[in-house]
């Protein structure tokens, strides 16, 4: 299979979509991987590197898209991206349809074969390539958070951990998953004072057995999550409908009751957010303030640590990218039903049902 990888031109993107070691095992492979100059300058892979493993250097994203069967991606195609698919596309990436109904109906329009990393699931139901980036995101919610909470920053002018004579900051983690349970980490180990909200008492006697004292854990009730916030220097939300838009847990009317200078960092918004005051933000222009509470809400956090984040979604989505080459995709996706739950578009149908009821779509199974 020709397999290709644009150049990602989301606001300061600079991951890419196959490392030179992933280039390197589908050409082992007997594929053929084209990649636009310059795709991974950007955290230190040149041209060179890929060329020694065997890429071919294509001087535009436009000849990638040609060239190639395969687009393998980091973040969802943007416009001028998706007026370059075609039928006989697969485009292997994130997409999170469920806010972003333009993306879906381009990605329809252009018939393209359309698999998102944040539907692909493990035997055990969890979501293996969305995985790498909530680890990361969830770790950088604590650094981002602790530093907007500085004065200099707008902030309530608090340190996490406090200090001996001064009780350290609340944090309020909405959501025991992947993204909660590393915020928590992070939170942890800076002394802070955490609290995991989640409405699976399973995972709230999990996450009691894996932190013991350290942590707290609370139902995540409507009237919970409003004290929780109200009491909170810092609020992250990290709650996931796979496939769907997030649940709006954070009410305006919740934020007027948030202490002037207080941080809400909001790792679902590339769901849609799960805060009501919550848009959209890039690393250019990552914060907003509503009724004084600082929002962080950048769609691609984990770009801001792009080299790790790369080589950590490389690790995760390579066997899925070899599977795919080597089979094709209808063949692969035949033999492994949880790489077919990543199928949101094609044939101009929309294919995963949490994505069509999230956009008010007709859902179509293959």
């Not at 991951?15 to 095992?25: F, I, K, Q």
């Not at 230190?44 to 001087?59: M, N, Q, T, W």
Request: aromatic share 4%; glycine share 10%.
């Amino acid at each position: 299979m020709r397999v290709g990888v644009p150049k990602e031109i989301k606001n300061h993107e600079y991951r890419v979509g196959l490392t030179p070691a992933s280039v390197a095992e589908l050409i082992a492979a007997g594929h053929e991987v084209f990649v636009e100059t310059k795709a991974g300058t950007g955290i230190d892979f040149s041209d060179a590197a890929y060329e020694k493993v065997g890429a071919k250097i294509l001087p535009t994203a436009a000849d990638v898209f040609a060239q190639s069967d395969m687009i393998v991606k980091v973040k969802e195609p943007q416009p001028q991206e998706i007026a370059m698919l075609e039928p006989r596309h697969l485009l292997f990436t994130y997409l999170h349809l469920a806010a972003d109904k333009p993306q879906a109906e381009g990605l329809m329009k252009s018939g393209a074969t359309c698999i998102a990393y944040e539907t692909v699931t493990s035997r055990s139901g969890a979501l293996p390539l969305l995985k790498p980036m909530s680890e990361v995101a969830g770790r950088m919610s604590i650094q981002v958070g602790a530093h907007y909470l500085e004065k200099e920053q707008g902030g309530r002018g608090v340190l996490l951990g406090g200090v001996p004579g001064v009780a350290p900051a609340k944090v309020a983690i909405l959501g025991g998953g992947v993204a909660g349970i590393n915020a928590a980490q992070m939170a942890t180990g800076q002394r802070a004072d955490v609290t995991i909200y989640d409405i699976n008492n399973d995972r709230l006697a999990e996450l009691d057995m894996h932190f013991g004292s350290q942590i707290k854990t609370a139902f995540a009730s409507k009237a919970a999550i409003a004290q929780a916030v109200q009491e909170a220097e810092l609020v992250i939300g990290a709650v996931l409908v796979p496939g769907a838009a997030a649940p709006k847990l954070v009410t305006r009317d919740m934020l007027k009751t948030m202490k002037r200078g207080s941080v809400l960092v909001d790792i679902a918004i590339d769901q849609g957010g799960c805060f009501e005051t919550s848009k959209p933000t890039t690393h250019a222009d990552p914060v907003y303030t509503i009724d004084g509470v600082i929002h962080y809400c950048v769609a691609n956090m984990p770009g801001a640590v792009a080299r790790t984040s790369a080589f950590a979604l490389n690790n995760a989505t390579l066997p899925f990218a070899l599977k795919l080459a080597n089979l094709g995709a209808e063949a692969a996706m035949a033999e492994d039903p949880h790489l077919a739950n990543g199928l949101n578009v094609s044939g101009g149908k929309i294919r995963h049902d949490a994505v069509a009821e999230a956009l008010d779509l007709a859902f179509e199974p293959v």
